[in-house]
Every structure is written in structure tokens, then in C-alpha cells.
């Protein structure tokens, strides 16, 4: 069964940094790109960074670029997103998610599986 | 960046009838929409890729249709169940965006 733990939510003041991780299990965690995708309360879902199977490529959301960076550990299986210069803005249950990944004959980048999420407050 | 547009907003639609939600985006992005369900407390679970595929488990009352830049979601003989929010996403390139979601409620 797969399954993806977040953990390292909490509550930050503005500026102030915080590292989210995701452990992945249930399947082989170095095959696969990874993201994480943000909800603030009570609004929509807003994809906010990805990274591939090797570690060589990442990608952010305009949002976030500069301040977040995203990293793996695939002899951990684990997925972290490393938070600075933190703002209100980016209150949100931050949800862990698994590509799909590829058949025999297509690729299919959409999110499969999903986290539980981490909730992560901005607030002096 | 691809913008994604949902509409409506709030659909409000009886049990056993059928619903229909759109997406379009902002350029084209082929048959690379997905489309998510979410329901109050939960995170989101995959319903549709390649625009018309449905996930693993989901039911056939389930559909999809599109292409380009005009997206359909189609749900026939609507369940309780299905009551929730839907949000699409295209996957066409990075970053790989959501439209901002249509809440499916009980009319």
C-alpha cells in the first residue's frame, strides 16, 4: 500500500524558516517525481513545487521561487521542502504527492497519491 | 504559466441527475488535463488523466472530454457521494497548474 507521511508543520513567524518532510513506502520511491501542492483555508489547490526521480531536476511555482527549495533522499525515501523568508501568504496544509508515472508506452505526471498534509501558519 | 479557469463556480444539481463542469486554459495543453476530487477534510484524490482516462477504482459514471484548451467533466446519475469539490489541472508543462475549483453541491 502506498502511503506518504508529511511532518514539520507547525507555526512560524514571518521571515522565519521551517523544513517540511514526506516519507514515502509502499513502492519504489527512486522511480517516481515528486511534489508538494499547498490549500490555504478554506481556498484551492495550488501546486507548488516538484522534483524528479533522480534529484537533477526541480521546478517552482512563481510563489515560492527563491525562498523554497525542494530536495530527496532516495536511500531515505524521503522528500523535503525547505521553507525561508516565510510570509502569511504561505499559510496552507502542504500536501506531499506521488507522480503517477509511466506505462509502457506514456508517461502520465498527474498526482496519484497524496499526503494527509502538514499545517504550516504564518503569524507573529 | 498556463492559467486554468473553472466554471462554475458552485454547481447545484439533485442526486440521480447528471453534472457538468468545465475547465479551460489559457493556451493549449492537448490532452494533458487531470481532473481531482476533494471532499471536506481530505486531501484530493485522482479521478482522470490524459483528459478522458479514468483512475484506478473510479466508477464509469465518471467522465471526461477535451482537448486543447476546452475541458469537460461529466458526472451521470450523481450519488451522494459525489457531492464535493472538483479542481482540474493541466500537466502540459511546469509549473503544472490547478484551476481554482467547482464546489458540486446538493440542490
Known amino acids: 500500500e502506498v502511503q506518504l507521511l508529511e511532518s514539520g508543520g507547525g507555526l512560524v513567524q514571518p521571515g522565519g524558516s521551517l523544513r517540511l518532510s514526506c516519507a514515502g513506502s509502499g513502492f519504489t520511491f527512486s522511480s517516481y517525481t515528486m511534489n508538494w501542492v499547498r490549500q490555504a483555508p478554506g481556498k484551492g489547490l495550488e501546486w507548488v513545487s516538484g522534483i524528479s526521480a533522480d534529484g537533477g531536476s526541480t521546478y517552482y511555482a512563481d510563489s515560492v521561487k527563491g525562498r523554497f527549495t525542494i530536495s530527496r533522499d532516495n536511500s531515505r525515501n524521503t522528500v523535503d521542502l525547505q521553507m525561508n523568508s516565510l510570509r502569511a501568504e504561505d499559510t496552507a496544509i502542504y500536501y506531499c504527492a506521488k507522480d503517477k508515472g509511466c506505462s509502457t508506452t506514456s508517461c502520465y505526471p498527474v498526482l496519484d497519491y497524496w499526503g494527509q498534509g502538514a499545517l504550516v501558519t504564518v503569524s507573529s | 504559466e498556463i492559467v486554468v479557469t473553472q466554471s462554475p463556480a458552485t454547481l447545484s444539481v439533485s442526486p440521480g441527475e447528471r453534472a457538468t463542469l468545465s475547465c479551460r486554459a489559457s493556451?493549449?495543453?492537448?490532452?494533458?488535463l487531470a481532473w481531482y476530487q476533494q471532499k471536506p477534510g481530505q486531501a484530493p484524490r485522482l479521478l482522470m488523466y490524459?483528459?478522458?482516462t479514468r483512475a484506478t477504482g473510479i466508477p464509469a459514471r465518471f467522465s471526461g472530454s477535451g482537448s486543447g484548451t476546452e475541458f469537460t467533466l461529466t458526472i451521470s446519475r450523481l450519488q451522494s457521494e459525489d457531492f464535493a469539490v472538483y479542481f482540474c489541472?493541466?500537466?502540459?508543462?511546469?509549473?503544472?497548474?490547478f484551476g481554482q475549483g467547482t464546489k458540486l453541491e446538493i440542490k
Open positions: 493556451q493549449s495543453v492537448s490532452s494533458n
Open positions: 489541472q493541466q500537466y502540459y508543462n511546469w509549473p503544472r497548474s
Open positions: 490524459g483528459a478522458s
